[in-house]
């Protein structure tokens, strides 16, 4: 944000049950997260803007494109699940009710056991305490849940909806999402733009920063409109 913020006026919205949005929902479901940009966008008067978004986020901001294609101009997802089931087999189980309640009362080990694989996620040194700050800010119902609803996603059959020029921004090492999540991508929405990056996993903003950010802002600077 802070590097986009020379050119454009960014925002960054927290999902419900995350960050520092509300935590008490019976929902915490995709198409939740769909309706809710539509409302922020409608509460700040936001008519069309490019839509950016990462792993989760990501798909959210492709499902606006498709229900609410007079909000985006563009959209970018980073290392987001374009079909559930790509998501990395222990995030898929965590999404099970049996094994969301035993995680529900052992939310201290999960935090343990990210901080023990953080290393083989990302490369930064900050990555740790970045995840534990976030997941401290988290309801474990409404991270699970969401997850749930992840995992059941399948955005292949509306991807031809999409009608604004799209990126997809992969890192070939990640393990928490398949990184060929592109290739539908690219199968399914005609203006679609791919970029990979060799060296970099799940957090390519982190691994990779300056070539991620570059490509970014390039991408988003096409056919802008002037001043």
């Not at 944000?1 to 960054?12: D, E, F, H, K, P």
């Not at 965590?94 to 052992?106: K, T």
Request: glycine residues 8%.
């Amino acid at each position: 944000m802070a590097y986009l913020g020379a050119s454009y006026r960014t925002y960054a919205l927290d999902f419900w049950g995350f960050g520092e949005s509300g935590k008490k929902r019976n929902s915490y479901a995709v198409q939740d997260f769909v309706s809710l940009v539509d409302q922020f966008m409608e509460r700040l008067g936001i008519r069309q803007a490019p839509l950016v978004g990462h792993s989760m986020g990501g798909t959210v901001s492709l499902s606006v494109a498709v229900q609410y294609p007079q909000r985006v101009s563009k959209v970018v997802v980073v290392g987001s699940p374009i079909v559930g089931s790509s998501l990395a087999f222990p995030l898929k189980m965590a999404g099970r009710r049996p094994i969301a309640v035993i995680l529900f009362n052992m939310m201290w080990a999960f935090r343990m056991g990210m901080r023990v694989a953080s290393p083989f996620i990302c490369r930064d040194p900050r990555f740790p305490d970045m995840m534990d700050k976030d997941l401290s800010r988290t309801t474990v119902e409404s991270f699970l849940l969401s997850i749930a609803s992840l995992r059941r996603t399948d955005l292949r059959p509306m991807l031809s909806k999409v009608n604004m020029p799209a990126m997809g921004m992969y890192g070939d090492r990640d393990i928490i999402v398949r990184p060929d999540q592109w290739r539908p991508m690219s199968e399914g929405i005609p203006q679609t733009r791919v970029e990979r990056f060799a060296r970099a996993g799940h957090f390519i903003m982190l691994d990779d920063p300056e070539p991620f950010m570059h490509k970014l802002k390039d991408f988003l600077d096409e056919d802008k409109p002037p001043a």
